[in-house]
């Protein structure tokens, strides 16, 4: 079994790697690959065993940002614990599901190999593991979305697939060539040199076929000129203690800009989240330094601020104007559990103190997932879909944003506890996915970086450099039309996982009826062995005593 577990130990690590900061998207195929072919065939057990290390080496160095953040191991331990037991269930559902009748190794006819088995096989494998990537995306708690395979593809050739199968459709298409690529090296282990060519040759074509797919990104109701500032936070913890530091900070820079550009350059700006570390609706000092800035630019002011009411906290992205204040704001959906908000605090609070570090729990917003800015160049209000920091990872909440109108996405994020770490580029990988499957641009602004601008088309067109106090201009393209992915919505997703469930329970009722069968023959056998002794012996004595006789 130590091979075996090297082996799945090596997938995990082909995983991590395709994600940032090495970013070999090539190698998240190879990692499936590994995964499946070392997991088929075994028994339940062991398979899940195998998943685990796999989820073991992948998540433990996808996931090590949250130990800075956390300042301690604890929840990072946890959370790659908890996501590793995600691919023991694949490992299980694999172990099973490649014992099914159809996706035997059995011939055909003419004496050769089944393709129709190959075929299967590589759909069942691709199949399963969509639907445990959507599973642990979305549950519990809303999921954790962080390490899908499609968030590795920005730099490949699959990404304009996203717009029509959206992230669920392109991590199912990467675990695809995953599976074609177990499948040759199968054939080769049993000597089929033309299967493992073929699997090899359909791998090769699933990953160059998205190139063709178009992916327009010309504007259709205009532009809309905004400016991104990124204050810049020298110490997460220290800066926010000191009141005011990080308001300032961002009002500074929006000032400088605006004596660089001159009032009235921009039709908005946009600030990080938490860029307000005192709400300026509360606080009449932080008010003054927002209104000071957006009367210096002569815009509105996009502001993220932390809302305090009834013993909860929101986390809000408000519409600052001129001269008027405070008015609408997106109020964040989807808040992370276990570091914004901690579920099942009294039982956890038995294990651990560390839950008391988040005295205030945060709750979600209900509101549109829209925040329409007025535009004098526009002469209109322009609505935009909003996605606060981890929001950005979550597709269907961005999808919500867009079916109410947003025209271009905004996701304003706070990076500030993760500075040096790969979650900055796990994050700006996300909204280049998020770009294409939505058909929108996007403007990512942080209070440390990645700031950046990304066209419709997943590419980065501009960027201001990490842990530097700066701003940047970009007229945004407006875009009304949906993607294919937005028009499908929610579908492909649960067909993945109704089929991947549908095939765990066919390959555990399979496997169930197998270990019956195996036991009633031997017991069946015995019964009878139990029943002809007396008979036979009955006949035995008759016959004596016709001989006898």
Request: proline share 6%.
């Amino acid at each position: 079994m130590i091979l075996p577990t090297g082996w799945a130990a090596a997938s995990g690590l082909a995983l991590t790697s395709a994600f940032s900061p090495l970013d070999f998207w090539w190698a998240a195929p190879v990692g499936v690959a590994g995964l499946g072919a070392i997991v088929r065939g075994r028994t339940w057990g062991r398979s899940a065993w195998l998943g685990f290390v796999c989820g073991l080496a992948f998540f433990a160095p996808l996931l090590h940002f949250t130990v800075p953040a956390m300042g301690n191991a604890q929840g990072w331990i946890a959370l790659t614990i908890t996501e590793s037991l995600y691919l023991a269930l694949l490992g299980a559902a694999w172990s099973w599901a490649s014992r099914l009748g159809p996706l035997d190794d059995g011939r055909d006819g003419d004496g050769r190999r089944g393709w129709r088995g190959a075929a299967a096989r590589v759909a069942a494998l691709a199949v399963l593991w969509a639907a445990v990537e959507e599973l642990r995306s979305s549950w519990p708690w809303g999921g954790f979305p962080f390490g899908r395979l499609a968030f590795a593809m920005a730099d490949s050739p699959l990404l304009p697939f996203a717009s029509i199968g959206g992230v669920a459709g392109l991590g199912l298409l990467v675990a695809l060539i995953g599976a074609l690529e177990a499948e040759a090296a199968h054939a080769l282990r049993h000597g089929t040199g033309l299967g493992a060519l073929t699997a090899l040759i359909a791998a090769g074509a699933a990953a160059v076929a998205p190139l063709a797919i178009p992916m327009p990104s010309q504007p259709e109701s205009g532009t809309l000129r905004l400016a991104a500032v990124q204050g810049s936070v020298a110490d997460a913890q220290d800066s926010y203690d000191r009141a005011m530091e990080v308001t300032g900070k961002h009002a500074d820079e929006t000032i400088r800009l605006a004596g660089e550009a001159g009032p009235g350059a921009v039709d908005a700006v946009v600030w990080p989240e938490n860029a307000a570390d005192l709400d300026p609706r509360d606080h009449p000092a932080s008010a003054a330094r927002v209104d000071e800035a957006a009367q210096a630019i002569g815009a509105p002011i996009l502001v993220g601020a932390v809302k305090y009411e009834d013993d909860a906290r929101y986390n809000d992205l408000l519409l600052w104007a001129p001269g008027s204040g405070a008015g609408p704001y997106y109020r964040k959906h989807r808040p992370v559990p276990f570091a914004e908000y901690i579920p099942l605090r009294s039982q956890i609070r038995r294990v651990t103190t560390q839950v008391d570090r988040i005295g205030v729990d945060m709750l979600p917003g209900t509101g549109p997932a829209i925040l329409s800015v007025p535009s004098a160049s526009q002469g209109r209000d322009v609505p935009l879909a909003i996605g606060i920091c981890f929001e950005v990872a979550y597709d269907d909440l961005l999808r919500d944003g867009v079916e109410q109108g947003g025209e271009a996405i905004i996701i304003p994020t706070n990076n500030a506890n993760f500075i040096g770490t790969s979650e900055t580029g796990q994050q700006i990988a996300q909204g280049r996915v998020q770009a294409v499957a939505h058909g929108r641009a996007v403007l990512q602004v942080s209070t440390t970086g990645t700031t950046a601008v990304i066209s419709p088309r997943g590419v980065i067109e501009q960027e201001l450099p990490d842990n530097t106090q700066s701003s940047l201009v970009a007229e945004l393209p407006l875009r009304t039309t949906r993607t294919i992915a937005d028009r499908l919505g929610h579908g492909p997703a649960t067909l993945i996982e109704v089929a991947g469930a549908l095939l765990a329970i066919a390959g555990m009722v399979s496997a169930g009826r197998r270990r019956w069968a195996a036991r009633a023959p031997r017991g069946g056998h015995q019964a009878r062995r139990r029943t002809s002794g007396p008979a036979s012996g009955a006949g035995r004595s008759s016959s004596t005593r016709r001989k006898r006789t």
